[in-house]
């Protein structure tokens, strides 16, 4: 393993590590809190220890010293630390050589794509990296309806106010927005549009900054959402997200209510052309 003395200026890892580190209690981890602690979380050494590397190597890992850490390595730190499979993968992702930077071009969904989602019966949406949103159709327009922009659903949730109330439960909402754009942030960390992004909210949102800080990183794919609309009422709705192939930057999300539901016919009414019944 190549050594490097001095720290690296992009030291993703180094915070990624840090920050799931003070998150892990030590009685999860199988450690004994002995004694006054400094730090919130494991110490050092004591991740050092369940990943059965030294003190030293763990530190300059950290610090980014170490530039070339091997698979087997990461898997044991990501024991140590206790991280899912998406977490893992996103320690992989950070750890691995930077990308060489390049120029992106707009997002834009395809035109066939547009069709798709165009022709689908119920809310639809197309995503892309950084949750932008590409395309929608009606039934999701009328879905995001009390929202005054419909343009990035991490903004959305953020930094317009219909958020808390359109989310039953907006802190989940929230930590979901926010691990997807982490992950977006593992993928590529030179993305401008996600430096721009992430610096806006975290001007504008306390909630956004606190999240961010705290380096989770979670994909669901499927699930239901409980969201409150203005003029339809409370709605429960599954949802799946599809990446595409031929552009695995972008998802297609379509929501869904159970056939003959109460939320089935309130979204009916809310997708009908002339609006739900007053």
Do not use: C, I
């Not at 450690?31 to 919130?40: C, D, F, I, K, Q």
């Not at 930077?98 to 165009?118: D, F, G, K, T």
Request: glycine content about 6%; aromatic content about 4%.
């Amino acid at each position: 393993m190549h050594t490097d003395l001095s720290p690296r200026r992009d030291n993703a890892l180094g915070e990624y590590l840090r920050a799931r580190r003070a998150q892990l209690a030590p009685d999860r981890a199988g450690v004994s809190a002995v004694g006054h602690r400094r730090v919130p979380g494991l110490r050092r050494e004591e991740v050092a220890r369940l990943a059965g590397v030294s003190t030293d190597y763990y530190t300059r890992l950290e610090q980014g010293r170490e530039r070339n850490p091997s698979p087997q390595l990461l898997q044991a730190v990501a024991r140590a630390l206790g991280l899912d499979g998406d977490a893992a993968e996103h320690l992989a992702s950070l750890a691995a050589p930077p990308a060489p930077q390049r120029r992106r071009a707009r997002e834009e969904a395809m035109p066939a794509l547009r069709q798709l989602v165009a022709a689908l019966p119920t809310p639809a949406l197309v995503v892309g990296r950084t949750l932008d949103v590409l395309a929608l159709n009606p039934h999701a327009a009328a879905l995001y309806r009390g929202f005054a922009q419909v343009d990035n659903l991490v903004r959305m949730t953020f930094l317009d106010k219909a958020a808390r109330s359109f989310h039953q439960d907006w802190e989940a909402a929230a930590r979901a927005a926010v691990s997807s754009l982490r992950s977006a942030a593992g993928r590529d960390r030179h993305d401008l549009r996600l430096a721009v992004l992430v610096g806006e909210l975290s001007l504008h949102s306390h909630d956004f900054r606190v999240l961010w800080a705290r380096h989770d990183v979670h994909s669901k794919s499927a699930g239901t959402k409980s969201l409150h609309h203005p003029e339809a009422g409370d709605l429960e709705l599954a949802y799946e997200t599809l990446t595409l192939n031929s552009d695995p930057d972008q998802q297609l999300v379509v929501y869904q209510a159970v056939p003959g539901s109460p939320s089935a016919e309130r979204l009916a009414l809310l997708q009908a052309p002339t609006g739900p019944a007053g």
